[in-house]
Each structure stands twice: as structure tokens, then as C-alpha cells.
């Protein structure tokens, strides 16, 4: 009830996700997605000598640059002085820069992004000696939104359950709530069971809310099963709301519960693949992300929605949550205490 | 059995400070027990210690002649001095939800009229008045109709008015049968209300009895207030104690038509001067050497 009647954190619980969700859509929509910015000069009288040690040039054939010019996802920014687009360059904030009638392209040394450009052009040209074929993969294309979308999901659920009952268990130990249901029958484990239950129930309504407008609206589809998806989000809310036990076991200090929160709640935001994968991350970030409950659940949601998986099929991500959750329950309950004295 | 509560040799110590040092007390059924001094006497600790909030450092509590356990949860009722109501719920919601969870149940209807919370039914908690907020939280305490009731300074921050309705209810309560263990540090509250009193000063229980019983044997006197500056040898010269006041002098003669004769002979200005029984504060002052309200 006090969910429903505080309308600012059940607007923010509905809201959130349906902005998150169109914003990505719109800046990642894929017609619109640049990975790379290219300057080209279109005024070949300008001066063009440098003296950047960083900045390196070199001379391109006339089928290199058409073939280039036909690259998807670049950028390509007409220049008419080459100084500020040699400034540009210097900076990073463009990756690449040519000049088709010179026939010249610089590249800064230091640039990551310009070393990919740099390989790219280069391999616009058609090798006949080349070892490699090319062969075509058949799969269903995953829009960035829809591949987020589970992520969105788990991180809501992450959110209403960590802020819900840790931060409010706290400030119902601050303000002597918790003091006055010491002192009735109402035994520890009994309002903890409530804590989570309601919870659960709430982020059972606000979750399906999310996912239906969601699905209206952009046309969504969990390609697996519903149940599945309802047991395994279960399972991850439960999680965290264990987790957020643990954290109001005993504080009452707001402001040191909403640090704890933030401290927990960020790290699993970035790094339990909700944004972006952490393919090609260090491998302490991924050893770290497994012990993260947020990672499994948005894997296996991931997995459900987007490639159909059955339960059997992510019973990794389920026994590591169920795992999860009676570990953080269990402390949880152990170190409750009605009173922080 | 007539006796249901029971403290004996209760302690409670903290590492810098003994908040309760040795107190005991029993209650019989029916009448209301108050518990009246300073703040930090250690009237508060005290009373958390018996209600089962902190655990003692030593002593004994019985409930009906047994420890505290299930039926002494079950049949308690108590109102601490500062709590918050739970947000985002009505009076009634409120109610309701602390009645669910005895095995015992008030009336509603008897206990929306005892406490006056007709009108403020469906009022959310945040909105109501500090009085309002008192009547609810004491009929919070009454929702599992007890048989023991705790009240923690309940008049305190209240305005006379909502302080006098708030007596009417204890009284009701009383009329009941039902036991009450009032803490304040009222004078004029535990005159009115309680049955039996204790004065507590620094963890120790220093007086106990019937209000009138107390200041009969120990402050039976009479007050004479003098709102001027009267010197230390004329009020020397005055028969009984005296303590100087802010504004003036609180003079307590052993005969008060000599004292009245003494101050007019040594021409003080008696224009101002007011006269009054002895009060429960005089008998703090006389017991612990300083004023109540300290």
C-alpha cells in the first residue's frame, strides 16, 4: 500500500524503464549508428604540412578511397581548410583523415579508433590472392534496443528491490517503526517474510507493466517461454531482495544505507552486461561480474527472450541465483535486529 | 495473584554511565504507577528494559510471577515517547494493522471513541496533528486490549488542551481496570493521574508512595514565592528552607505567619508574593537538592 500511495518512487519504478528504453531506441537506432568519423578535405589548395610527431601520412589509391567511401557506419565530414581538420585529428575527434586528390590520408599514431579505420581502408581493396572466404551465417538480427531490453528489466527489478525493502527496512529502524514491532508478537522471521513477499508481489505487477508496454509499443517478443521467464524472474527479485536484507539488517542511518546501495547497485548496473557485453574485458571483470546476482539474471532473461532458451537451458544462471539467494537470505535473517542498540 | 508486574534489583549499565542502578518496584492490578523525574534519570531505560527493548545488565522482571515471554507480548500495550507512524497509511489502516497482529483484539469502534479518532480516521499519518498523532499512537497501544500499559511521557510537546484529553483517556483506561505505568516528569500529570509514584534521579529510585501520602510525610509545607531580590541574611533569619529562583526566592517556612511577619518587619516588598501548597517538584528539590525540570 505504501508503494501505490508514494507516487513519486512508483512513477519513478514504472516510468524509468519506458525512458530508458526509448532513448537507447532512438540513439542506437541502427540506420543512425556511427562508429567512425573521417574527415575528408574537398579543397586540395590548402596548405598541408604538419609538424605533429603524433599524426603519420600516407598515399592511397583511387580504388581504395571509392571502396572506402562505400563503408557502412563511418561518418565521412567534409572539410574545406585542413588545419582545424588536422586539429581535429590531433584531438581524436575525428579518426581519420583524407584527401582524394592528393591522394593522402593521416592517421594519429595514438588514436585506437584511427588504427581500425586505417586497417579498414586499407582492406577496401578486392585481393585476389586473399585465403580467406567469405561465408554467410543465417540468424535472426537482434536490434540493440531488444538486447537491452532484458537488461533494463533485470536492472529495474535490481533497483525496486535493493531501494524497496533495504532502504525502507532502515528507515523504519530510524524512525522507530521497527522499535514499536519489537514489542508485539510479530516475530523477526515473520516480518521478513512479509518484507519479501510484498516485494516480490510488486515487482511481479511493476515488471509485467514494463513488459507489456514495452512489447505494445516497440514490439518486443520473448521468444521463449513466459513461465520460464516469470520463474527466473522470480528467482533474480528474490536475489535482491536478499541482497537489500543483508544492507537494513541493522543500520539506521539512511545515509549509510544509501551508500551501501549505491556502492552495491552501481558496480552490478556496469558490469553484469545490462549495457554492453564485457566481451573482450579483462578477465577479473568477467570473474567478478559471475558474483554478481544481476549478471545471471539479465543473462538468463537475455537468453529466454531474445534466443528462446528453455529452463534446463539456463539452469547455470538458476542455481547461481537460487545459490545467491539463500546465501544473502540467510545472512540476512541471522543479523537482523529489531533495534540498532 | 494481585501483583502483575514485578522489578527487582534491576541494573542497567553502559560503559560510561549507570543509566539504571538498582530499581525495584512491584504493581498491583488496576492502579497506575508512575515513574516521575528529570530527563536522564533514567526513567526511559528503565521502562525499555522492562517492556523487553534492551535486554538488563542484571535484576529481575516478572509478569504475573513469571518471566516475560509470549503472554506477557501478547497482553501488553505500549506507547514509547517518540516513534513515527508508518507512512503512507490512514489512521484506520494503522489501526487495523497493529490489531492484526495480537491474538487479542480491542473493539474499533470502542477504541476509535476511548481515544477521540473519529474525525481522523482516514487521514493519512503524515497529516495529523501532534496531539492526533499522541491519541493514535496511545491507541496503538490499546489495540490488543492489555492488561499492562506502557506510556512513555505521552503529554510530552502536547498544548494544554490535547495534554487534559489525553489525561481523560488514562483515566478511562483506569476505570477499565486495566494497569498503567506512566512515565513524565509532569509533576502536576503524576499528581493527577497516578495512584503510586516513584522519583527516580540518577538510576536510583529515591521516594516511592501515594502521591499525597509522599508529600504529607516529607513536603507537607507551604510554598512562599517572593518575585524580588531578597538577601541571603534577612532569609537566614526566616525559619525553614529557602532557594533562589531566577526572578526571586522560593521561601518554605516551618510557620508561615511568622515568615509573613518576619518579611514585613525587615520591609521587603510583598506586592508580588504568592503562596501555594507544596507540590511533588518541592519534594524533588528538597530529595535531590535540585529543581525537577532540570
Known amino acids: ?66 571502396n572506402f567511401r562505400k563503408t557502412k557506419y563511418i561518418d565521412f565530414i567534409e572539410f574545406n581548410v585542413f588545419s582545424p581538420a588536422l586539429e581535429k585529428l590531433t584531438h581524436h575527434r575525428i579518426d581519420l583523415l583524407i584527401n582524394p586528390r592528393s591522394k593522402h590520408y593521416w592517421i594519429s599514431r595514438t588514436s585506437p579508433k584511427g588504427y581500425i579505420v586505417e586497417r579498414l581502408l586499407k582492406a577496401g581493396v578486392e585481393n585476389r590472392k586473399t585465403l580467406y572466404k567469405e561465408k554467410k551465417i543465417s540468424g535472426r538480427e537482434i536490434p540493440y534496443s531488444e538486447w537491452l531490453f532484458p537488461g533494463i528489466l533485470g536492472m529495474n527489478i535490481m533497483f525496486s528491490a535493493l531501494y524497496g525493502v533495504g532502504y525502507t527496512v532502515v528507515r523504519y529502524r530510524k524512525n522507530g517503526v521497527l522499535k514499536r514491532f519489537s514489542v508485539t508478537p510479530l516475530k523477526p522471521y515473520e516480518f521478513l517474510a512479509a518484507q519479501i513477499i510484498s516485494r516480490l508481489y510488486l515487482l511481479f505487477i511493476t515488471t509485467l507493466i514494463v513488459f507489456l508496454g514495452c512489447t505494445l509499443i516497440f514490439g518486443f517478443k520473448c521468444h521463449g517461454s513466459y513461465l520460464s521467464l516469470l520463474a527466473l524472474f522470480f528467482l533474480g527479485g528474490f536475489s535482491m531482495v536478499s541482497v537489500g536484507l543483508v544492507v537494513a539488517a541493522r543500520s539506521s542511518s539512511e545515509e549509510f544505507a544509501n551508500g551501501i546501495l549505491n556502492l552495491i547497485s552501481w558496480p552490478m548496473m556496469f558490469l ?30 537475455r537468453r529466454i527472450m531474445n534466443d528462446g532458451a528453455t529452463l534446463l537451458e539456463i539452469k547455470y544462471q538458476l542455481l547461481m541465483l537460487a545459490g545467491m539467494s539463500l546465501l544473502f537470505f540467510i545472512a540476512g535473517s541471522v543479523s537482523f535486529k529489531w533495534n540498532s542498540n | 495473584m494481585n501483583t502483575v508486574l514485578e522489578v527487582k534489583n534491576l541494573t542497567k549499565f553502559y560503559p560510561e554511565v549507570k543509566a539504571v542502578n538498582g530499581v525495584s518496584f512491584s504493581i498491583e492490578k488496576g492502579i497506575c504507577f508512575g515513574l516521575l523525574g528529570p530527563n536522564g534519570a533514567g526513567k526511559t531505560t528503565t521502562i525499555e528494559v522492562i517492556e523487553g527493548i534492551m535486554p538488563p545488565t542484571s535484576g529481575q522482571i516478572l509478569y504475573r510471577g513469571k518471566s516475560r515471554g509470549t503472554r506477557f507480548r501478547e497482553e501488553v500495550g505500549i506507547q514509547f515517547q517518540n516513534t513515527e507512524l508508518p507512512a503512507f497509511l490512514t489512521v484506520k489502516e494503522t489501526l487495523e494493522t497493529f490489531r492484526n497482529l495480537y491474538g487479542r483484539e480491542s473493539d474499533m469502534d470502542e477504541l476509535i471513541e476511548i481515544c477521540y479518532l473519529q474525525e481522523i480516521l482516514n487521514h493519512d499519518n503524515r497529516k495529523i496533528s501532534g496531539g492526533q498523532k499522541q491519541r493514535l499512537l496511545l491507541a496503538m497501544a490499546l489495540a490488543n486490549d492489555p492488561e499492562l500499559i506502557f506510556l512513555d511521557e505521552p503529554t510530552t510537546g502536547l498544548d494544554p488542551q490535547s495534554r487534559r484529553h489525553l489525561w481523560d483517556i488514562v483515566r478511562n483506561i483506569k476505570t477499565k481496570g486495566k494497569t498503567v505505568v506512566l512515565t513524565t516528569h509532569y509533576m502536576e500529570e503524576a499528581q493527577i493521574l497516578c495512584d ?7 538510576g536510583k529510585i529515591i521516594a516511592s508512595g501515594p502521591p499525597e501520602k509522599l508529600l504529607e510525610e516529607q513536603c507537607n509545607g507551604i510554598a512562599v514565592i517572593l518575585h524580588e ?23 518554605y517556612p516551618e510557620n508561615l505567619n511568622d515568615c509573613i511577619r518576619t518579611l514585613m518587619d525587615l520591609e521587603i516588598n510583598l506586592s508580588k508574593m504568592t503562596v501555594r501548597p507544596q507540590n511533588l517538584e518541592d519534594l524533588f528539590l528538597k530529595l535531590t537538592g535540585k529543581r525537577l525540570r532540570a
Open chain 1, 1 to 66: 500500500m505504501e508503494f501505490f500511495r508514494d507516487r513519486a518512487a512508483y512513477g519513478w519504478n514504472l516510468l524509468f524503464p519506458f525512458m530508458i528504453i526509448i532513448g537507447f531506441s532512438v540513439m542506437f537506432n541502427e540506420d543512425q549508428q556511427i562508429m567512425y568519423k573521417v574527415g575528408v578535405i574537398i579543397d586540395s589548395s590548402t596548405t598541408q604540412t604538419h609538424d605533429s610527431e603524433d599524426i603519420s601520412v600516407s598515399a592511397i589509391e583511387d580504388h581504395q578511397y571509392r
Open chain 1, 272 to 301: 553484469s552486461e545490462v549495457w554492453f557485453s564485457l566481451e573482450g574485458a579483462k578477465p577479473w571483470v568477467k570473474t567478478f561480474s559471475a558474483f554478481l546476482p544481476l549478471t545471471h539474471l539479465v543473462d538468463g532473461a
Open chain 2, 196 to 202: 503510586i509514584i516513584a522519583i527516580m534521579d540518577y
Open chain 2, 229 to 251: 531580590n531578597v538577601d541571603e541574611n534577612t532569609l537566614n533569619s526566616i525559619q525553614g528552607n529557602w532557594i533562589r529562583m531566577k526572578d526571586g526566592v522560593e521561601i
